[in-house]
T-cell receptor, first 111, second 111 residues
Framework: GAGVSQSPSNKVTEKGKDVELRCDPI?????LYWYRQSLGQGLEFLIY????????KSGLPSDRFSAERTGGSVSTLTIQRTQQEDSAVYLC?????????FGSGTQLSVL | QKEVEQDPGPLSVPEGAIVSLNCTYS??????FMWYRQYSRKGPELLMY????GNKEDGRFTAQVDKSSKYISLFIRDSQPSDSATYLC???????????FGEGTQLTVNP
């Protein structure tokens, strides 16, 4: 497709379970970002991948959060032992420059 | 203090009104200034982008940057109900790898 694709669009899980969120960036975009958006909050930076460089993980809120990007394309954000405060919309974006293009996000609900 | 401050609103205006949305920032290293529009249940989409002080116009939208005051604005002329969305300012450092977002202002344009 032409845009950033995220799956699933919605995920409901129980507290303590692990979840994986997927992002397919725009073809050819070298940079990939994960942000989190909670109700009433702005976008919170989580992690940034640029080409083959080491990712900038400085925004990950705890060691329960991890992300990888395979082959410089698809990325997976993993949250282990989910907590209720992890409930949010997780947004992925890709770019070639300063302009980011976002997917529609994954709405994560932890019960 | 947040690096980027934005009044979350909500802001409600009649159709045809001029809308003014504003953000302030604290980091002088910020060099790229953007406005994103986010419709409900969608990811943010880039609306305006500038890196210099002054005005940039695109149709009914004008982005204004005042680096001396660390103040950025987005003006919407002849507002339409289709402009109803959340508007997020976003700022990037020259050497940075991440966009820092404001909280977003929720705008409703009433027919």
């Amino acid at each position: 497709g032409a845009g950033v694709s995220q799956s699933p669009s919605n995920k409901v899980t129980e507290k303590g379970k692990d979840v994986e969120l997927r992002c397919d960036p725009i073809s050819g975009h070298t940079a990939l970002y994960w942000y989190r958006q909670s109700l009433g909050q702005g976008l919170e930076f989580l992690i940034y991948f640029q080409g083959n460089s080491a990712p900038d993980k400085s925004g990950l809120p705890s060691d329960r959060f991890s992300a990888e990007r395979t082959g410089g394309s698809v990325s997976t954000l993993t949250i282990q032992r989910t907590q209720q405060e992890d409930s949010a919309v997780y947004l992925c974006a890709s770019s070639l420059s300063e302009k980011l293009f976002f997917g529609s996000g994954t709405q994560l609900s932890v019960l | 203090q947040k690096e980027v401050e934005q009044d979350p609103g909500p802001l409600s205006v009649p159709e045809g009104a001029i809308v003014s949305l504003n953000c302030t920032y604290s980091n002088s290293a910020f060099q790229y200034f953007m406005w994103y529009r986010q419709y409900s249940r969608k990811g943010p989409e880039l609306l305006m982008y500038t890196y210099s002080s002054g005005n940039k116009e695109d149709g009914r939208f004008t982005a204004q940057v005042d680096k001396s005051s660390k103040y950025i604005s987005l003006f919407i002329r002849d507002s339409q109900p289709s402009d109803s969305a959340t508007y997020l300012c976003a700022i990037l450092e020259t050497s940075g790898s991440r966009l820092t977002f404001g909280e977003g202002t929720q705008l409703t344009v009433n027919p």
